[in-house]
């Protein structure tokens, strides 16, 4: 008798017994065409079905009472909303991801001791664990198992390149276009201004804020832009601090890295701004925890100033909990008439989720004045007791637009491309840059055996890493 393995649990009082084998291989429907005059039929495809696992089980339990509450937290276990990883004790080395079906009746146990629990994977393959493959620009991967795997590969940039490039010999997926000799390379973003909010080193007191009041004293942990001082004010209130960007700048974009906690009972707002040369507003990004009873996290995104600005995003997430300690970033670009924001959580490997973002166009001139400086504040509101918030970095970029004989650039030296063939991703750095896709890139598969996997330009790859799993049918 073995156990099993569910959600990373195992749970001692309950065995696999001997009975109806685990099928070898998942169900196949062959599909068939039937042409009148030829004998038999053309095959013309297969596909794979649910998997289905009938386990017979025993529960070990020294009476009726205590066999209840087993079953009951064998429900607790069991029942999840999606799939989860199991493992069989006869099989420790094949992963299957599984949902219990149907029912359980303890009845029967207390009967004759035993039941059967029925598993269904709606992901029909079995998995191994993670293998990784390490090499620079080319390399052989060696797939086992008896069915394709979808890869998952990290290419680190070593100079600047206007493509990146991976291929199977068969297939090939890239981002960006390789430039032709009569043209070249252009960065889409050129970085004007990077500060990391080590210091107050050049920042001075701001002098035009929106909705409250400047109070209390900005303050750095060495990494970021924090204060335990607001000081004092009935409304919304706490220190601001402006900086020059060096240069006047039309077409631009700002990404900011802040933090907002979700502290049961406490309130505040972090926002980064760009004004003009007169103190203006010409866009604005808050992060506000607006009631003390709920964890939701406000993300504004605007253009323009409080009087007649425009809301491009205004939004907690699809619920409160989306950006509930909120730790990511916030972005507002300009391009012409053209805006872009958005919003993202970031982990700390800087991959983004809870994504949000919207396009907006300025028909009526609103927000059209060029950007020459960078406001910082954080806000408390009345006596209400403020969140944990920080502001810890902010780089602003001008926005270069191109013309038929300029390539962008679409990844710099240092830059990871993740080309994520498993959920059908390109990642730059973390965050999600699908829309660069070329057009004739395609999510590949590796199939059993060896796969040689080529990336380009190979003059600009420091390392290559493909990591994948291996699958059984």
Not at 74 to 96: G, M, Q
Not at 442 to 466: C, H, K, M, R, W
Request: charged content about 20%; glycine content about 8%; aromatic content about 10%.
């Amino acid at each position: 008798m073995y156990g099993l393995t569910f959600n990373g649990v195992k749970k001692p009082y309950l065995v696999t017994l001997r009975g109806k084998r685990r099928p070898s291989w998942a169900p196949l429907k062959r599909n068939l065409i039937e042409i009148p005059g030829m004998p038999g039929a053309h095959l013309d495809g297969t596909d794979v079905g649910v998997r289905q696992l009938d386990i017979p089980v025993l529960i070990e339990s020294k009476d009726f009472a205590e066999l209840k509450t087993m079953t009951e937290d064998l429900a607790a276990w069991l029942v999840t909303s999606e799939p989860k990883e199991l493992i069989f004790d006869d099989e420790p080395n094949r992963i299957y991801y599984a949902v219990v079906d149907g029912t359980f009746d303890p009845e029967e146990i207390v009967r004759v001791g035993a039941g059967n629990i029925t598993f269904i994977c709606p992901d029909p393959y079995k998995y191994g664990v993670d293998k990784i493959s390490k090499f620079t620009n080319t390399g052989i991967v060696n797939v086992n198992g008896t069915a394709t795997s979808e890869p998952v590969t990290t290419v680190t940039v070593s100079q600047d390149t206007t493509f990146v490039a991976i291929s199977n010999g068969d297939d090939v997926n890239m981002i960006g276009m390789p430039m032709e000799v009569q043209q070249t390379a252009v960065s889409p973003l050129e970085r004007k201004f990077s500060n990391d909010m080590g210091s107050l080193a050049g920042w001075v007191d701001s002098v035009s804020v929106e909705g409250g009041v400047i109070t209390g004293t900005m303050k750095t942990t060495g990494y970021s832009f924090y204060t335990d001082t607001y000081g004092a004010n009935a409304g919304w209130h706490g220190p601001a601090k402006k900086i020059s960007l060096g240069s006047s700048i039309q077409d631009f974009q700002i990404d900011a890295y802040v933090k907002q906690s979700s502290t049961s009972g406490k309130v505040g707002s972090v926002e980064v701004a760009l004004l003009d040369a007169n103190n203006n507003f010409v866009a604005k990004m808050t992060l506000t925890k607006r009631a003390g009873s709920s964890v939701a996290n406000w993300v504004l995104l605007r253009a323009g100033n409080v009087t007649n600005g425009y809301d491009i995003l205004n939004t907690r997430g699809a619920k409160d909990s989306t950006w509930a300690n909120f730790d990511g970033m916030l972005r507002i670009s300009r391009v012409g008439d053209e805006w872009n924001v958005y919003a993202a959580l970031v982990d700390s490997k800087g991959v983004h989720s809870a994504r949000a973002g919207a396009t907006w166009f300025d028909t009526k001139n609103i927000a059209t004045n060029p950007v020459t400086q960078v406001q910082v504040q954080l806000w408390q509101y009345g006596t209400t007791a403020a969140t944990q918030q920080y502001v810890s970095d902010v780089k602003v970029f001008k926005v270069n637009v191109g013309d038929d004989l300029q390539v962008p650039i679409v990844a710099h030296a240092g830059d990871v491309i993740e080309f994520d063939h498993q959920n059908d991703i390109i990642r730059r750095n973390g965050e999600d840059i699908r829309k660069e896709k070329a057009f004739i890139g395609e999510y590949f598969e590796l199939t059993p055996g060896a796969n040689f996997i080529d990336v380009e330009p190979s003059d600009s790859i420091q390392s290559t890493e493909v990591r994948w799993r291996d699958r059984w049918r």
